[in-house]
Protein backbone atom coordinates (compact mmCIF):
# COMPACT_ATOMS: atom_id res chain seq x y z
CA UNK A 1 0.00 0.00 0.00
CA UNK A 2 1.24 3.58 -0.79
CA UNK A 3 1.14 6.81 1.79
CA UNK A 4 -2.20 7.64 3.45
CA UNK A 5 -4.21 10.48 1.76
CA UNK A 6 -6.37 12.50 4.31
CA UNK A 7 -9.44 13.94 3.10
CA UNK A 8 -11.76 16.63 5.12
CA UNK A 9 -14.92 17.09 4.25
CA UNK A 10 -17.50 20.44 5.32
CA UNK A 11 -20.54 19.27 4.66
CA UNK A 12 -23.96 20.99 3.99
CA UNK A 13 -27.14 20.83 2.06
CA UNK A 14 -26.16 21.15 -1.20
CA UNK A 15 -22.67 21.51 -1.47
CA UNK A 16 -19.40 19.71 0.28
CA UNK A 17 -16.24 21.05 0.21
CA UNK A 18 -13.00 18.68 0.55
CA UNK A 19 -9.58 19.40 1.20
CA UNK A 20 -7.29 16.55 0.44
CA UNK A 21 -3.43 16.18 1.83
CA UNK A 22 -0.61 14.25 2.11
CA UNK A 23 0.77 12.85 5.63
CA UNK A 24 3.29 15.93 5.74
CA UNK A 25 0.65 18.46 5.00
CA UNK A 26 1.00 19.17 1.55
CA UNK A 27 -2.29 20.08 -0.39
CA UNK A 28 -3.12 17.17 -2.93
CA UNK A 29 -6.44 18.95 -3.97
CA UNK A 30 -9.40 21.35 -2.77
CA UNK A 31 -12.49 22.45 -4.09
CA UNK A 32 -16.20 21.43 -3.59
CA UNK A 33 -18.76 19.12 -5.50
CA UNK A 34 -22.47 19.14 -5.58
CA UNK A 35 -23.85 16.88 -2.51
CA UNK A 36 -25.65 13.98 -5.02
CA UNK A 37 -25.00 10.45 -5.01
CA UNK A 38 -23.90 10.63 -8.53
CA UNK A 39 -21.45 13.73 -7.76
CA UNK A 40 -19.88 11.81 -5.05
CA UNK A 41 -19.31 9.03 -7.57
CA UNK A 42 -17.58 10.90 -10.12
CA UNK A 43 -15.52 12.52 -6.93
CA UNK A 44 -14.33 8.90 -6.24
CA UNK A 45 -12.98 7.96 -9.55
CA UNK A 46 -10.27 10.91 -8.73
CA UNK A 47 -8.86 10.08 -5.59
CA UNK A 48 -6.22 8.66 -5.06
CA UNK A 49 -5.62 5.42 -2.80
CA UNK A 50 -5.71 4.38 0.23
CA UNK A 51 -7.39 7.45 1.66
CA UNK A 52 -9.21 7.99 5.17
CA UNK A 53 -11.83 11.20 5.18
CA UNK A 54 -13.61 12.85 8.35
CA UNK A 55 -16.57 15.20 8.05
CA UNK A 56 -18.47 16.78 11.56
CA UNK A 57 -21.76 15.81 12.51
CA UNK A 58 -24.49 17.54 10.69
CA UNK A 59 -27.95 16.63 9.43
CA UNK A 60 -26.80 15.85 6.06
CA UNK A 61 -23.82 13.27 7.81
CA UNK A 62 -25.66 9.81 7.45
CA UNK A 63 -26.72 9.45 3.90
CA UNK A 64 -22.96 10.60 3.35
CA UNK A 65 -21.11 8.74 5.71
CA UNK A 66 -23.05 5.49 4.22
CA UNK A 67 -22.01 6.09 0.78
CA UNK A 68 -18.51 6.96 1.13
CA UNK A 69 -17.69 4.13 4.02
CA UNK A 70 -17.25 0.98 1.32
CA UNK A 71 -15.10 3.13 -0.42
CA UNK A 72 -12.85 4.27 2.48
CA UNK A 73 -9.89 2.79 4.69
CA UNK A 74 -11.39 4.68 7.30
CA UNK A 75 -13.93 7.21 8.09
CA UNK A 76 -14.34 9.56 10.87
CA UNK A 77 -17.65 11.42 12.48
CA UNK A 78 -16.12 14.50 14.44
CA UNK A 79 -18.31 16.01 17.32
CA UNK A 80 -19.72 19.41 16.28
CA UNK A 81 -18.65 21.05 19.32
CA UNK A 82 -15.52 19.81 20.48
CA UNK A 83 -14.64 20.47 17.02
CA UNK A 84 -16.02 24.37 17.23
CA UNK A 85 -13.25 24.85 19.80
CA UNK A 86 -10.16 23.11 18.49
CA UNK A 87 -10.83 25.03 14.81
CA UNK A 88 -11.91 28.52 16.11
CA UNK A 89 -10.29 31.13 13.91
CA UNK A 90 -11.16 34.65 13.08
CA UNK A 91 -11.37 33.80 9.22
CA UNK A 92 -14.17 31.19 8.65
CA UNK A 93 -15.35 29.65 5.00
CA UNK A 94 -15.84 26.30 3.93
CA UNK A 95 -12.45 25.78 2.31
CA UNK A 96 -11.04 26.51 5.50
CA UNK A 97 -12.77 24.47 7.34
CA UNK A 98 -12.90 21.17 5.04
CA UNK A 99 -8.50 21.62 5.47
CA UNK A 100 -8.58 21.89 9.67
CA UNK A 101 -10.99 19.24 9.95
CA UNK A 102 -7.93 17.31 7.39
CA UNK A 103 -5.57 18.43 9.47
CA UNK A 104 -7.48 17.31 13.01
CA UNK A 105 -7.62 13.73 10.96
CA UNK A 106 -3.67 14.04 9.72
CA UNK A 107 -2.64 15.04 13.39
CA UNK A 108 -4.85 12.63 14.88
CA UNK A 109 -6.90 15.33 16.92
CA UNK A 110 -10.29 14.98 15.84
CA UNK A 111 -12.96 15.01 18.46
CA UNK A 112 -14.45 11.86 17.45
CA UNK A 113 -17.90 11.12 17.78
CA UNK A 114 -20.30 7.61 17.65
CA UNK A 115 -21.75 6.86 14.61
CA UNK A 116 -24.35 4.10 15.02
CA UNK A 117 -24.95 1.18 12.06
CA UNK A 118 -27.16 2.25 9.48
CA UNK A 119 -29.94 -0.22 10.39
CA UNK A 120 -30.26 1.37 13.97
CA UNK A 121 -30.38 4.71 12.52
CA UNK A 122 -33.49 3.86 10.23
CA UNK A 123 -35.21 2.59 13.16
CA UNK A 124 -34.35 5.74 15.31
CA UNK A 125 -35.59 7.45 13.06
CA UNK A 126 -38.81 6.32 12.86
CA UNK A 127 -39.00 6.35 16.73
CA UNK A 128 -37.61 9.94 16.23
CA UNK A 129 -41.24 10.66 14.18
CA UNK A 130 -43.11 8.55 16.58
CA UNK A 131 -41.81 11.55 19.01
CA UNK A 132 -42.93 14.14 16.82
CA UNK A 133 -46.54 12.24 16.51
CA UNK A 134 -46.93 12.69 20.24
CA UNK A 135 -46.06 16.07 20.41
CA UNK A 136 -48.86 17.01 17.45
CA UNK A 137 -51.10 14.88 19.17
CA UNK A 138 -50.85 16.88 22.34
CA UNK A 139 -50.84 20.49 20.90
CA UNK A 140 -54.05 18.78 19.07
CA UNK A 141 -55.63 18.16 22.22
CA UNK A 142 -54.67 21.28 24.00
CA UNK A 143 -56.47 23.27 20.92
CA UNK A 144 -59.42 21.45 21.55
CA UNK A 145 -59.56 23.03 25.64
CA UNK A 146 -58.68 26.38 24.14
CA UNK A 147 -62.03 26.16 21.74
CA UNK A 148 -63.91 25.12 24.43
CA UNK A 149 -62.48 27.74 27.05
CA UNK A 150 -62.79 30.39 24.29
CA UNK A 151 -66.26 29.79 24.15
CA UNK A 152 -66.92 29.25 27.67
CA UNK A 153 -67.90 25.90 27.70
CA UNK A 154 -67.51 23.82 30.91
CA UNK A 155 -66.37 20.36 30.70
CA UNK A 156 -64.62 17.37 32.13
CA UNK A 157 -60.80 17.76 32.37
CA UNK A 158 -60.44 13.97 33.09
CA UNK A 159 -63.14 13.21 30.27
CA UNK A 160 -62.54 15.42 27.39
CA UNK A 161 -60.51 12.93 25.07
CA UNK A 162 -62.60 10.38 25.59
CA UNK A 163 -64.82 9.63 22.42
CA UNK A 164 -68.27 9.18 24.01
CA UNK A 165 -68.18 11.87 26.48
CA UNK A 166 -66.73 14.22 23.32
CA UNK A 167 -69.66 13.20 21.33
CA UNK A 168 -71.98 13.79 24.35
CA UNK A 169 -70.94 17.21 24.59
CA UNK A 170 -71.32 18.57 21.09
CA UNK A 171 -74.54 16.89 20.91
CA UNK A 172 -76.13 18.55 24.66
CA UNK A 173 -74.21 21.69 24.83
CA UNK A 174 -76.46 24.22 23.50
CA UNK A 175 -73.37 27.07 24.31
CA UNK A 176 -71.17 25.47 20.88
CA UNK A 177 -72.13 26.74 17.49
CA UNK A 178 -72.18 25.11 14.43
CA UNK A 179 -68.78 26.57 13.37
CA UNK A 180 -66.82 25.77 16.60
CA UNK A 181 -68.61 22.16 16.54
CA UNK A 182 -66.89 21.67 13.22
CA UNK A 183 -63.59 22.80 14.25
CA UNK A 184 -63.65 20.73 17.28
CA UNK A 185 -64.46 17.85 15.46
CA UNK A 186 -61.32 18.56 12.56
CA UNK A 187 -59.41 18.24 16.14
CA UNK A 188 -60.77 14.86 17.47
CA UNK A 189 -60.26 13.04 13.67
CA UNK A 190 -56.53 14.88 13.89
CA UNK A 191 -56.19 13.09 17.41
CA UNK A 192 -57.63 9.93 16.53
CA UNK A 193 -55.52 9.53 13.11
CA UNK A 194 -52.32 10.46 14.96
CA UNK A 195 -53.18 8.18 17.91
CA UNK A 196 -53.09 5.29 15.24
CA UNK A 197 -50.03 6.07 13.59
CA UNK A 198 -48.51 6.34 16.53
CA UNK A 199 -49.84 2.79 17.84
CA UNK A 200 -48.82 1.32 14.53
CA UNK A 201 -45.27 2.97 14.43
CA UNK A 202 -44.54 1.37 18.07
CA UNK A 203 -45.53 -2.10 17.07
CA UNK A 204 -43.91 -2.20 14.26
CA UNK A 205 -40.46 -1.35 16.39
CA UNK A 206 -41.46 -3.88 18.50
CA UNK A 207 -41.75 -6.78 16.73
CA UNK A 208 -38.86 -5.60 14.39
CA UNK A 209 -36.09 -8.86 14.64
CA UNK A 210 -33.34 -6.89 15.14
CA UNK A 211 -34.38 -5.16 18.29
CA UNK A 212 -36.96 -7.65 19.92
CA UNK A 213 -35.56 -9.29 22.19
CA UNK A 214 -33.30 -6.60 23.62
CA UNK A 215 -36.66 -4.74 23.95
CA UNK A 216 -38.03 -7.91 26.16
CA UNK A 217 -34.75 -7.96 28.09
CA UNK A 218 -35.23 -4.34 28.59
CA UNK A 219 -38.86 -4.66 29.68
CA UNK A 220 -37.80 -6.89 32.80
CA UNK A 221 -36.88 -3.79 34.60
CA UNK A 222 -39.72 -2.87 36.88
CA UNK A 223 -40.92 0.60 35.27
CA UNK A 224 -39.28 0.60 32.02
CA UNK A 225 -42.39 0.26 29.20
CA UNK A 226 -42.11 -0.29 25.47
CA UNK A 227 -40.96 3.28 24.77
CA UNK A 228 -38.26 3.68 27.16
CA UNK A 229 -36.78 0.14 26.14
CA UNK A 230 -36.73 1.20 22.14
CA UNK A 231 -35.42 4.41 23.05
CA UNK A 232 -32.20 3.05 25.02
CA UNK A 233 -31.72 0.88 22.51
CA UNK A 234 -31.99 2.91 19.13
CA UNK A 235 -30.08 5.92 21.18
CA UNK A 236 -27.56 4.33 22.86
CA UNK A 237 -26.58 1.65 19.82
CA UNK A 238 -23.98 -0.83 21.18
CA UNK A 239 -23.75 -0.68 24.82
CA UNK A 240 -20.04 -1.20 25.10
CA UNK A 241 -19.28 1.95 23.88
CA UNK A 242 -19.80 3.31 27.80
CA UNK A 243 -17.56 2.02 29.46
CA UNK A 244 -18.87 3.03 32.86
CA UNK A 245 -22.27 3.98 34.22
CA UNK A 246 -21.04 7.67 35.02
CA UNK A 247 -20.54 7.69 31.24
CA UNK A 248 -24.17 6.47 30.80
CA UNK A 249 -25.70 8.97 33.12
CA UNK A 250 -23.69 11.86 30.96
CA UNK A 251 -24.48 10.44 28.18
CA UNK A 252 -27.89 10.67 29.39
CA UNK A 253 -28.26 14.10 30.62
CA UNK A 254 -28.63 13.22 34.53
CA UNK A 255 -25.10 15.39 35.93
CA UNK A 256 -23.87 18.90 35.68
CA UNK A 257 -21.38 20.19 34.27
CA UNK A 258 -18.33 21.28 36.48
CA UNK A 259 -16.10 24.14 36.12
CA UNK A 260 -13.20 24.32 37.72
CA UNK A 261 -9.98 27.06 38.17
CA UNK A 262 -7.90 26.94 41.62
CA UNK A 263 -9.28 26.30 44.65
CA UNK A 264 -13.19 26.79 42.79
CA UNK A 265 -15.16 24.74 42.12
CA UNK A 266 -18.29 25.55 40.40
CA UNK A 267 -21.43 22.87 40.27
CA UNK A 268 -23.85 24.07 36.88
CA UNK A 269 -27.69 22.47 36.18
CA UNK A 270 -27.66 19.82 34.14
CA UNK A 271 -25.86 19.73 30.80
CA UNK A 272 -26.84 20.55 27.43
CA UNK A 273 -24.32 18.93 25.95
CA UNK A 274 -26.48 15.31 26.33
CA UNK A 275 -29.09 12.98 24.32
CA UNK A 276 -32.09 15.13 24.37
CA UNK A 277 -34.02 12.12 23.65
CA UNK A 278 -33.03 9.82 26.33
CA UNK A 279 -33.15 12.55 28.90
CA UNK A 280 -36.77 13.25 28.35
CA UNK A 281 -37.98 9.38 28.15
CA UNK A 282 -35.44 8.45 31.17
CA UNK A 283 -37.07 11.42 33.30
CA UNK A 284 -40.25 10.80 32.32
CA UNK A 285 -39.68 7.13 33.54
CA UNK A 286 -38.27 8.53 36.54
CA UNK A 287 -41.57 10.26 37.46
CA UNK A 288 -43.50 7.23 36.86
CA UNK A 289 -41.65 4.56 38.77
CA UNK A 290 -42.53 5.30 42.39
CA UNK A 291 -46.16 5.36 41.66
CA UNK A 292 -45.30 1.17 40.19
CA UNK A 293 -42.61 0.19 41.98
CA UNK A 294 -42.29 0.05 46.08
CA UNK A 295 -38.40 -0.03 45.70
CA UNK A 296 -38.67 3.11 43.16
CA UNK A 297 -41.23 4.71 45.46
CA UNK A 298 -38.54 3.53 48.50
CA UNK A 299 -35.53 5.68 46.57
CA UNK A 300 -37.57 8.24 45.21
CA UNK A 301 -38.92 9.18 49.38
CA UNK A 302 -35.28 8.58 51.09
CA UNK A 303 -33.60 11.07 48.52
CA UNK A 304 -37.04 13.28 48.67
CA UNK A 305 -36.50 13.48 52.46
CA UNK A 306 -32.85 15.59 51.61
CA UNK A 307 -35.33 18.41 50.47
CA UNK A 308 -35.79 18.71 46.46
CA UNK A 309 -38.40 16.46 44.56
CA UNK A 310 -36.28 17.04 41.20
CA UNK A 311 -33.03 15.68 42.79
CA UNK A 312 -34.99 12.73 44.02
CA UNK A 313 -36.71 12.43 40.78
CA UNK A 314 -33.13 12.22 39.11
CA UNK A 315 -31.85 9.79 41.34
CA UNK A 316 -34.34 7.43 40.40
CA UNK A 317 -33.04 8.29 36.72
CA UNK A 318 -29.67 7.42 37.22
CA UNK A 319 -30.28 4.10 39.13
CA UNK A 320 -32.83 3.51 36.02
CA UNK A 321 -29.64 4.12 34.05
CA UNK A 322 -27.59 1.53 36.43
CA UNK A 323 -30.43 -0.93 35.32
CA UNK A 324 -30.47 -0.38 31.90
CA UNK A 325 -26.60 -0.51 31.42
CA UNK A 326 -26.28 -3.97 33.53
CA UNK A 327 -29.13 -5.99 31.78
CA UNK A 328 -28.10 -4.53 28.17
CA UNK A 329 -24.24 -5.58 28.68
CA UNK A 330 -25.10 -8.76 30.16
CA UNK A 331 -27.44 -9.75 27.75
CA UNK A 332 -29.88 -11.15 30.85
CA UNK A 333 -33.32 -10.62 32.01
CA UNK A 334 -33.66 -8.67 35.50
CA UNK A 335 -33.58 -10.27 38.69
CA UNK A 336 -34.00 -9.21 42.27
CA UNK A 337 -32.61 -11.41 44.82
CA UNK A 338 -34.22 -11.66 48.16
CA UNK A 339 -31.24 -11.30 50.79
CA UNK A 340 -31.30 -8.99 54.04
CA UNK A 341 -30.92 -5.99 51.33
CA UNK A 342 -32.67 -6.32 47.91
CA UNK A 343 -30.32 -5.70 45.12
CA UNK A 344 -30.44 -6.17 41.48
CA UNK A 345 -28.38 -8.71 39.29
Given amino acids: MGPMYYIGLDVHKRMISYCVKEGSGKIHAEGSIPATRLDLDRWLKTLPQPWSAAMEATLFSGWIYDH ?9 VAHPLMLRAIAAAKKKNDRIDASKICDCLRCDFLPECYMASTEIRERRRTLRYRNLLVRQMVQTKNKIAVLLMEAGVSYNKQKLHKAGYFRELLATNPDL ?36 ERVERLMTIPAVGPITALTWALEVGDVQRLSSIKKAVSYCGLCGAEKSSGNTVQRTPLSKQRNKHLQTTLIEAAKMAPRISPDWAALYDREKQKGNPNRATLAVARKLVAYLVAVDRRQKDFLVVENQDRTAA
Avoid at 70 to 76: D, E, S, V
Avoid at 185 to 202: I, K
Avoid at 205 to 212: F, I, Q, V
Fill in 177 to 212: DEGLCSLLRVCRETVVRLQRTENALVRSLERDPLLR
Fill in 68 to 76: LKPHAAALK
